[in-house]
């Protein structure tokens, strides 16, 4: 993914001036085959917007998608892209047509890229039993019928159902009670190694993020402020954001080590960022070349990067680091 833009106009009375939410704004990243790569950050700050961009369920405004090779919308049509590739949402309800049995949702897509009903129908009964749902329990059954869990279950079927190879999981297992929760967590990480999967794993709850993913993308006000192996940013987070997401873990209750816990300052509007670095209103390092340049993201590590000017290329220590442990 190279440089990927999506601004929202907002406002809309005749005498405002033309405003617009930067809900992604010029990021760039990749992802590896067979890699679970987690994207962090508080709400608003474009991590759906940019599944939604990857996905094409909307045009970008800006920016390029390369998959396996092939330029997105040029090499590839966005009709195979959306089989390659699927989606699977928090809302388990809302996803699925309530006047469809199980195996007929799950049995929906294939259908229309052209598999024969009884093909179709065999291959839904086969994956619902692979996420765990006795087909002949659950085949007959409607959406409202299930838990919340179970109907999860038959999302990521139907995700299954064109043999995508990269999945995205927006907030996927987070309506799902904790214990749910990790019998789903588990399903996928089976699923990915039996089908060979890659998963783009977004997320608020930081300790299902560190479970489950290989990389992670911390992600501020639509920008990319960090990214890096999962255990190196956790030991050595070099943004003061990520510092400050993982500061706000309370550590006692389990249920509260997300990131709805308050970081210092107000969250800034997204329809007006603030210039330079975007979270210099809230960073205690900030400078003045903090609110005039916006930092550039920099290697610090192996496949480590932070977009911050404190932050020292190579092994060497950041301002705010040293700050830090003192
Ligand atoms: Fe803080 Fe400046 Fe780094 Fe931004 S660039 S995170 S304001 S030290
Ligand atoms: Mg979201």
Request: include cysteine; hydrophobic fraction near 40%; charged fraction near 25%.
């Amino acid at each position: 993914v190279k440089g990927l833009t999506k601004h929202f106009p907002v406002g809309g009375a005749l005498f405002e001036k033309k405003r617009v939410v930067r809900a992604v704004d010029g990021i760039s990243f990749d992802i590896a085959k067979g890699e679970t790569v987690g994207v962090v950050g508080e709400s608003g700050c474009g991590k759906s917007t940019t599944a939604r961009l990857l996905m094409h369920l909307m045009p970008p405004d800006s920016g390029e998608m390369i998959y396996d090779g092939q330029k997105v919308g040029r090499d590839l049509p966005l009709r195979e892209l959306r089989r390659r590739m699927q989606m699977v949402f928090q809302d388990s309800y809302a996803s699925l047509n309530p006047r469809l049995t199980i195996e007929d949702s799950v049995a929906f897509g294939p259908k229309v890229h052209g598999v024969r009903d009884a093909d179709a129908r065999r291959l839904s009964r086969e994956l619902l039993a692979k996420v765990g749902l006795n087909p002949q329990t659950f085949a007959n059954r409607y959406p409202h019928e299930l838990s919340g869990g179970q109907r999860q279950r038959v999302n990521i079927a139907r995700a299954l159902a064109l043999s995508p190879r990269l999945v995205l999981l927006d907030e996927a297992v987070s309506a799902l009670d904790k214990s749910v929760e990790a019998q789903v967590l588990n399903l996928l990480n089976d699923l990915k190694a039996e089908f060979g999967l890659t998963y783009l794993f977004i997320s608020h709850d930081l300790n299902v993020v560190r479970y489950i993913s290989d990389r992670v993308l911390v992600m501020y006000l639509g920008e990319v402020v960090e990214i890096g192996p999962v255990e190196e940013l956790w030991n050595n987070p070099r943004h003061p954001y990520t510092r400050a997401l993982f500061a706000a873990m309370p550590t006692l209750d389990p249920d509260r080590r997300t990131m709805e816990a308050p970081i210092a300052g107000d969250p800034p509007n997204p329809i007006d960022p603030p210039p330079g670095c975007r979270f210099h209103t809230r960073c205690p390092f900030a400078e003045d070349v903090c609110s005039a340049r916006s930092p550039a993201l920099v290697t610090v590590g192996a496949g480590h990067g932070a977009a911050c000017h404190m932050a020292i290329p190579g092994s060497g220590h950041s301002r705010a680091q040293g700050a830090l442990a003192a």
